[in-house]
Structures are given as C-alpha cells and as structure tokens.
C-alpha cells in the first residue's frame, strides 16, 4: 500500500471542553473538485485497511482519494447510492437492484443482483458478517406529489454474492432508507409511508438477532401517542445503545382526514420503550416548523453525535449525546439546491478524521477531531505539553514534576501498540524531550508520562 499523505490545511484552532477530556477542533477543510464536470454525491466510505476514501454518486460512479481529496480517481463508472466499508477492507455499493463489491481495496468490482428494481440506499453488516441492503425511491405523481417506493430489506450470508429478500413482519410501502445495529446485532429499520398511498401508522421497526419476522416500535412522546410517519430519515445508535431518530409525519390515524403534524429528533436510551424530543436548535417550545430534523446522524469514534438538516440549519453537533448542540458549517459552502431526500455524509478514519459530503456538492469537506488528554487524577500535579500538534520530523515534549522522580515516556499508535519507550530520569520543575518518529506512519498516537505517583496522556498527530 502506498503511504497516504495527509494534508492539514488548518492548525487546530480551539479547545472545548469536555467531561474528562479536550477536545480540539479544526474548521472543515474542502477538497478539489470530486468530478471534472459535477458530481451528484450520494454516500461515503473510508477503507479500515488502507485508509482511502470512496465517493459515491449518481453521475461520476465511485472517485477515489488517497491524499484528503488533492487529487481523484474513477473506480467504478456505474451510479451508486450507498457504500459501506468492512473491518478487513471490502467495499460494498449500492446500485440500482445491485450491489458492487471489492475485495482488492477498489481495484476491480463484482456484481451482484437483488430481486428488486429500486436503488440501494443503505448497506450495513452485524458481528457475525451478515449483510443487510435496504430498497427504496421517491417518485412523483401526475400532481407532483412525491411518494416512496421499495422492495424492503435483502440479506446476505455469504460476503455479498447472493442476496435474500427478508421482510417478514413490515408493513407499507417497503421503502427504507436507513437502517442501524446495536452491540448484540439487534437492526433497527426506517421506512417511508408513501405519501398517504400506504398510511400506516409505523415508521420504525426492529428485529432482534434469533427473530425471523421484523416487530413494529411505536414512538410516542408528550401528548403525541398516535405517532404516523410519513418518512423515517435517519436512525444512529451510540455506544451506550441508545437511539436517535430523524422523521416527520403527524398525530392523524389510518383512515383519518385531519392531524397535527409533527417532525423532529428523538433519543431513546431503552431500546425504543420511551422517547424524548432533542432540540436542535436550543428552542425548547416542541413545534413542527420550531425543530429541526435530523435528515441524517452519525456518531464518531469519540461518541460526538452529528446531525444534518436541509435546507439551512446544515451540520449540528453535540458533544454531550444530543443535550446541546452548535452548527458546525465553517469553510463548508452552499450548495446550489438541497433536498430532505438527499443529506449529509458522514465517514471516518481510525486517526478520527471525519469526512462529510453535502448534497449537490462537487466537494469533500474534512476535519480532524482529537481527544486531548486523559482525565487527570485527584492531586495530579504532573502536566505535559507537545507541540507542534500536528507534528512532522520532531515532536517536542515537555513535562512538568512537582519533584524529583523516575518517570518513562511511551507512545502508543492507534491501534494501542507500543512504539516507543524511554525510561527518563526526571527533575523537579520542567523537563524537555523529543520524539522523532522514524518511518513511523502518518496517524494518531497517544503521549503518555508515568511516575510512581503521576500519569497524564496526551494525543498527537503525525502529519507527512
């Protein structure tokens, strides 16, 4: 694998703090154009392997990135509405009724067909490698009215060569956009209703890992028990399993003429049993046109909870599990037309480098998040300080000892390993070090200093 160079357009500008740790944060840094002419950017990915990040579109095919978006490569000239990327490096794609797959890191595709003649909006897998391909579209009627089409949920056993339709239990159009699975595999699905042609009163269901048949999960909220909705944008979960959800639709039953409408994000922290409203915008007054939804959602290495919202809201973040939230839209320019079909992308490197795609969008947009240092412990008086952050030949570290001690200076990659360690002779007051990293690779790595009575970590980038 050619070393991938990163580029880091932007010093880390500010901290924020956080619970237990700082977070530093750069602004979005654009890339050059993804297509010579434009690209309808649908879906993102970054290779665990080999760190390469794969645009989807309906009009350039799969591009390529192995430099942060300086330069791009066509892979696969065919329209794509979905990616994924899997732990060992194989890359999957959604088509119109097909799914492409890469086992060479994008080199070549195989093809392999769905009994269905919609496009693949979402590709996922569990812990035991069984893939899940969600179907859907919207159309338009002869009143320009859109409605939501699909054929529901395909499944496969086998890496991705054949594919099982699997929708036991579903109701309504079969339309699906989005779909997210927790720690003990159970998937969560959400559905389109059709536009009043399939009124149902369900958007959301679930199916735990031994269950054949999907279960429907109602959402109810304050005074709204009667949830219908007419479009189910967005599912995450966290690390601690709970789930976020982006819709619209109203309070009106099946068969019903008149009804409430009702949009938003909600947060359930026990498997879909109860739920509350998030307030996007800080506007605690719940109102349809007061609330924000969120068209997508993503949650980072670090647990920072990204939302979008079309048209103007943009990117919001929290870096509390939905308490508060910011618009995080800086170098990120305006897209010429914006849809509620068609939202932000959001992808992610090991090194916690997040990639985001707008809609109608010729551009990739990244930044780099980091964890600045441990929690320090009761009477810590151990400080330490690295620059510069990002760092090239030499890293400089610097550390204060209330006195003196012995103390050893590790560095972990981030996968954990050790890959460097010097036992120091410390003195009381500051103490100066340097780290020149060799033929180490570009990436994050974590700084620690231990004594007998003191640790404190910190995080740096190797930036080639």
Do not use: C
Not at 204 to 216: G, I, N, V
Not at 244 to 266: C, D, E, H, M, R
Not at 361 to 390: A, R, V
């Amino acid at each position: 694998m050619p070393p991938m160079k990163l580029l880091y357009a932007f010093v880390l500008s500010f901290l924020l703090l956080l619970p237990g740790s700082l977070l530093a944060q750069a602004v979005w840094s654009p890339s050059q154009p993804i297509s010579p002419t434009f690209a309808n950017t649908t879906s993102l990915a970054v290779s665990p392997v080999t760190h390469q990040v794969f645009v989807g579109s309906t009009d350039s095919g799969i591009m390529k990135t192995e430099n942060i978006g300086r330069t791009w490569q066509q892979v696969l000239p065919h329209a794509v509405y979905s990616m994924h990327a899997k732990p060992d490096g194989t890359l999957y794609a959604g088509g119109t009724g097909v799914v492409y797959r890469s086992t060479d890191h994008g080199l070549t595709w195989t093809t392999h067909s769905l009994s269905s003649q919609w496009p693949v909006r979402k590709i996922i897998h569990n812990s035991e490698d069984r893939l899940y391909a969600a179907t859907g579209e919207a159309l338009g009627d002869e009143n320009n009215q859109e409605y939501y089409v699909g054929d529901g949920i395909f499944t496969s056993t086998d890496n991705g060569q054949t594919w099982t339709q699997d929708n036991e239990g579903l109701l309504g159009t079969l339309s699906i956009w989005s779909i997210a699975i927790d720690k003990n595999d159970k998937v969560y699905i959400g559905t389109h209703d059709g536009n009043d042609r399939n009124d149902i009163a369900i958007g959301l269901f679930s199916r735990q890992k031994q269950q054949t048949a999907w279960q429907p999960v109602p959402v109810s909220f304050r005074n709204i028990q009667n949830l219908n909705m007419a479009s189910l944008f967005s599912v995450a979960l966290d690390a601690d399993d709970s789930l976020y959800i982006g819709f619209q639709g109203s309070n009106k039953l099946p068969g019903q003429t008149n009804g409430t409408a009702v949009g938003g994000t909600l947060k359930s922290a026990d498997g879909g049993q109860t739920w509350r409203p998030l307030y996007l915008t800080g506007n605690t007054h719940w109102n349809y046109w007061d609330q924000p939804v969120a068209h997508s959602l993503y949650v980072s290495q670090q647990g920072i909870l990204f939302a979008s919202n079309a048209p103007s809201r943009g990117i919001l973040v929290s870096y509390d599990k939905g308490q508060t939230w910011a618009r995080d839209m800086t170098n990120i320019a305006r897209a010429p037309y914006f849809s509620m079909l068609q939202h932000f992308q959001f992808a992610e490197t090991a090194y916690h480098h997040v990639y985001v795609l707008q809609p109608f969008d010729n551009f990739m947009y990244s930044k780099m998040y980091l964890l600045g240092s441990e929690p320090t412990q009761p009477g810590n008086q151990l400080s330490l300080e690295l620059f510069p952050n990002p760092f090239g030949a030499t890293l400089n570290v610097r550390f204060t000892l209330p006195a003196a001690a012995e103390a050893t200076l590790t560095v972990h990659d981030a996968k954990g390993a050790v890959v460097y360690s010097q036992p120091l002779q410390g003195k009381a007051g500051v103490n100066h070090w340097q780290w020149t990293p060799g033929q180490h690779a570009h990436g994050l790595y974590s700084v620690k200093i231990d004594t007998q009575a003191y640790r404190v970590t910190k995080k740096v980038v190797l930036a080639r």
